[in-house]
């Protein structure tokens, strides 16, 4: 793709294969001596980690879904079940639940990184994009998972949400109300709900494959980006993907899987919450409705706009807007390494970010819906505002003349035996 | 390096905001109105991770406090009487199991007649209910319904911890708070007025193996029996995590060591770079030569 092939079929039957389908031509050229800057550091492995945890989530799930009964009355039960009679099932249920926990903590860093180094910036626009698609519908599917154990909390947050449609009636009166029956099959949550998200929550995470497939092929058109955020110069500037990036990302999944494991066996309900073991109950509600952890921040938004219509724009607004990144942003630079204003204004979001979750968890009351209303203006103003207006006005400090220059001084850079064809004159910054 | 330093502390950050929800759950069931905090103390348990166990005598005492106080009201319907012999458990001997489900009469049927006849349980039945159905179980209860016990030590904030105080936790009410008719204060129970009459008390459950008959004891040992109801592989869990756990540090480090071997590659030396990236990125004059 976007480096010449080196694949040299050396046996009969491997020229005979490349010429029909050549598919172990792809994947020496992309996956074995793709180049790939040499500065990568931690914060890109986790690129793998979520490839690793799109698999588990996968294989859990289909194994967990043939013990799965999505009826009103068989889903708790069934759960259960899963946990007391089916051999490992309790196994594969909390690294289910606590892999949802995990994939979206590592989606999370996947995200802030791309927004720390410039990851969308020209020519990873369509990589970005397909990102934030791979993270709605990520979003769609762990709420969609979450309603299936038919716990209190699967139930009622499957009714504040699906009611959060019933918003379009101030737009088109009986819209709304239309709408949430279709998406309920019925006049109220109930059985055939459940039976519907059981069936997209089983078809979203292939939706999701697929789309990560044009993620990666999106990625291996301009290549990596990398913390310095300038372009690949000479060839010393890279490594090939094997076996440099394949052990440093294998290392950084065993750390990470380290992580995942002493939750699954230790604390496997930390992050989950006790009513969701009571089984659903229309005439009951919980006290204090929360979703799972990695929904907070979005709970806070939409409970910060005292609007029903204007609180549901801003939670789909809060994730849509991230469409727009790479053309909100107008940095010359891509890396917020050599970016002394935006760095502060980029740190302040994160804390933002974390705030919201905060207070997602607590009642919208007092001081808490002022807060949250002051993390959710800075929120959108970070993108509508910080994004545009710093990159015009901020100086960035100087770049690096290459990527190898930083690591090896400019005296590595001139020894290389670096192709002319590859090696443009002029240095950018 | 500066901004990987700050990044980390936004990691922990977010770990720490992770524990947000839950350390919300706290005052989650109370409602505004209430001006007392539930008291909940952390007990010792022997089940905490990550090398705990349950005790079988501490379990199958509290399966005798279930059985003789708690089984009056509250079903267990996700439990079957072969769970009690299961190892990780109260692990009766198996003829215990068999006598112990057998005590109790269970409906069957319809036999070739079509009738619906009673029997006694065998160990495969589920624990028999106390009541048929939720309405009989409100009739005799004041209106109100006991819940099923089979998760609930999952099902509360606190868990065991919780049963334990909410057990313990019955007093006289503090002065100026009047519960409501046929409501009893509790110190633990959220909002403090609970419909369940004091459960227990020093004697009523009459132990075989020395341990003092007391609500104290009563309420450890029927709180650590419901924690295995909710969580029957617990001791295999924390077992097979041990194995990976121990697994997963060796091949951390095997990993370690590897990827520092294959980077010194990098970090010292470039010439067998070089030959690996012209490999890789074949220049126009080398594939002249090739």
Request: net charge neutral.
């Amino acid at each position: 793709m976007a480096h010449p092939s080196s694949y040299q079929p050396n046996t009969g039957i491997e020229r005979w294969l490349d010429a029909r389908l050549p598919i172990v031509r792809v994947v020496h050229d992309q996956f074995m001596v793709f180049p790939t800057p040499r500065n990568l550091n931690y914060w890109w492995t986790f690129g793998g980690i979520l490839t690793f945890m799109l698999a588990v989530q996968i294989a859990t799930g289909v194994v967990l879904a043939m013990h799965f009964v999505p009826t009103e009355s068989g889903a708790f039960d069934s759960v259960e079940k899963i946990m007391r009679d089916v051999n490992w099932g309790w196994l594969l249920r909390y690294a289910h639940s606590v892999g949802a926990s995990m994939f979206f903590l590592a989606v999370y860093i996947h995200t802030f990184r791309g927004l720390y180094y410039g990851s969308y910036k020209a020519p990873r626009e369509v990589l970005w994009i397909l990102g934030v698609l791979i993270l709605m519908l990520m979003i769609a599917t762990a709420f969609m998972g979450y309603s299936l154990p038919w716990g209190q909390m699967s139930f009622w947050a499957v009714t504040v949400i699906t009611n959060l449609f019933s918003s379009l009636d101030a737009v088109i009166p009986g819209l709304g109300t239309r709408l949430v029956q279709w998406i309920w099959g019925g006049f109220a949550v109930g059985g055939p709900t459940l039976n519907r998200l059981y069936s997209l929550h089983y078809l979203f995470p292939f939706l999701i494959a697929g789309v990560v497939a044009l993620h990666i092929w999106a990625l291996h058109i301009p290549g990596n980006n990398n913390p310095t955020g300038i372009d690949v110069k000479v060839p010393t500037d890279t490594v090939p993907f094997h076996p440099y990036y394949t052990i440093k990302d294998g290392f950084a999944l065993v750390a990470f899987i380290l992580v995942f494991a002493a939750l699954v066996f230790y604390a496997p309900n930390f992050l989950g919450h006790p009513d969701n073991y009571i089984p659903a109950n229309p005439l009951q509600t919980p006290t204090h409705i929360v979703p799972e952890w990695y929904f907070l921040p979005f709970y806070a938004i939409l409970r910060a706009i005292p609007n029903k219509l204007l609180g549901v724009a801003a939670l789909n607004g809060s994730i849509l807007i991230l469409f727009f990144v790479p053309w909100l942003d107008t940095s010359k630079v891509r890396s917020t390494r050599y970016r002394p204003v935006y760095r502060w204004f980029f740190w302040a979001f994160v804390v933002t970010c974390v705030a919201l979750g905060y207070l997602g968890a607590q009642q919208p009351e007092g001081w808490y819906l002022v807060l949250g209303r002051i993390f959710t203006a800075y929120y959108f103003a970070f993108f509508l505002v910080v994004m545009p207006v710093v990159g015009l006005i901020e100086k960035p400090r100087g770049l690096p003349g290459s990527i190898t220059e930083p690591v090896l001084g400019p005296e590595a850079v001139r020894a290389a035996p670096a192709t002319p064809r590859r090696l443009k004159p002029e240095q950018v910054g | 390096m500066n901004s990987s330093s700050l990044v980390l502390m936004a990691a922990g950050a977010l770990l720490l905001a992770l524990t947000g929800p839950s350390a919300a759950e706290d005052d989650s069931g109370t409602p505004p109105n209430n001006n007392h905090a539930p008291e909940i103390a952390r007990q010792s348990w022997s089940f905490t991770p990550p090398f705990g166990t349950y005790d079988n005598a501490q379990l199958q005492r509290g399966f005798q406090v279930y059985k003789e106080v708690c089984a009056n009201c509250h079903s267990m319907r996700l439990l079957s009487y072969r769970n009690l012999g299961e190892p990780g458990g109260p692990e009766f001997a198996p003829k215990a199991v068999e006598v112990l489900a057998s005590q109790v009469q269970v409906t069957d049927g319809p036999n070739e007649k079509g009738e619906m006849f009673q029997r006694p349980a065998r160990p495969s039945d589920r624990f028999r209910s106390p009541f048929a159905n939720e309405q009989l179980a409100r009739l005799a209860n004041n209106g109100a319904l006991p819940p099923d016990l089979s998760v609930i030590a999952k099902a509360r904030p606190g868990g065991a911890d919780y049963i334990y105080a909410l057990l313990t936790g019955y007093r006289p009410a503090p002065q100026g708070f009047a519960p409501a008719e046929g409501m009893h204060y509790n110190a633990a129970f959220p909002g403090h007025q609970i419909a369940m009459a004091p459960p227990l008390s020093d004697g009523v459950v009459v132990y075989t193996d020395g341990t003092k008959p007391i609500v104290g004891n009563y309420a450890r040992d029927v709180s650590a029996f419901l924690m295995w109801a909710a969580e029957p592989k617990l001791e295999e869990r924390y077992t097979l995590g041990a194995r990976v756990m121990i697994f997963l540090i060796v091949f951390l480090a095997i990993m370690y060591l590897a990827k520092r071997a294959v980077w010194a590659r990098v970090h010292h030396g470039n010439e067998a770079l070089h030959l690996e990236t012209a490999r890789a990125v074949p220049a126009q004059d080398e594939k002249a030569t090739r």
